[in-house]
T-cell receptor
Framework: DGGITQSPKYLFRKEGQNVTLSCEQN?????MYWYRQDPGQGLRLIYY???????QKGDIAEGYSVSREKKESFPLTVTSAQKNPTAFYLC????????????FGDGTRLSIL | GESVGLHLPTLSVQEGDNSIINCAYS??????FIWYKQESGKGPQFIID?????DKRQGQRVTVLLNKTVKHLSLQIAATQPGDSAVYFC?????????????FGSGTRLSIRP
């Protein structure tokens, strides 16, 4: 079955530590996205990539970094500069970066130790 | 700024009844609307979408209604079942634009009474 796999499901970060969240898709989609979900709020876009080797900042990119070296993979690094990283992180993909349904992974919940 | 909001944070419905979840959006230029279902601990799952050239679209047990005049859309779930328990949220996008411009609402939690 095609889909998006996010790992790990739960992640704990120590102060001053960078952590990387994995996102892999086998849907052959060009576009991939990272969102942050906080209680009582809508999804907020962190970074997105329309095609391999290219990515753009979303609305809340500060303290995060990404790479898109392969079509299937779009890892997100939460750096120590992100002062409030506790959240549920969702990766999504779509065939192309146009208004159409996005396929989501099952998320990674990041907490601070 | 632009916003998408759900009218009620929670909704309780009797099993077998119809559920109606409402959503309002602020940008009159929005022309693409999506409903997602999110179960606890999981990612959002696409339910149905509608573009602004339509007022109504039906899927399996679901219907989305769009009223562009008052910038309102609703999701109707027929014969609500226990498996429908989840958070439902709407999203709105601009005309033929990047999906990065899609604005998501905060969600309505639907619970089913036996």
């Amino acid at each position: 079955d095609g889909g998006i796999t996010q790992s790990p499901k739960y992640l704990f970060r120590k102060e001053g530590q960078n952590v990387t969240l994995s996102c892999e898709q086998n849907l052959n989609h060009d576009a991939m996205y990272w969102y942050r979900q906080d209680p009582g709020q809508g999804l907020r876009l962190i970074y997105y990539s329309q095609i391999v080797n290219d990515f753009q900042k979303g609305d809340i990119a500060e303290g995060y970094s990404v790479s898109r070296e392969k079509k299937e993979s779009f890892p997100l690094t939460v750096t120590s500069a992100q002062k409030n990283p506790t959240a549920f992180y969702l990766c999504a993909s779509s065939i192309e970066d146009l208004n159409q349904p996005q396929h989501f992974g099952d998320g990674t919940r990041l907490s601070i130790l | 700024g632009e916003s998408v909001g759900l009218h009620l944070p929670t909704l309780s419905v009797q099993e077998g009844d119809n559920s109606i979840i409402n959503c309002a959006y602020s940008n009159s230029a929005s022309d693409y609307f999506i409903w997602y279902k999110q179960e606890s601990g999981k990612g959002p799952q696409f339910i149905i979408d509608i573009r602004s050239n339509m007022d109504k679209r039906q899927g399996q047990r679901v219907t989305v209604l769009l009223n562009k005049t008052v910038k309102h859309l609703s999701l109707q779930i027929a014969a609500t079942q226990p498996g429908d328990s989840a958070v439902y949220f709407c999203a709105a996008g601009g005309p033929y634009s990047s999906a990065s411009k899609i604005i998501f609402g905060s969600g309505t939690r639907l619970s089913i009474r036996p």
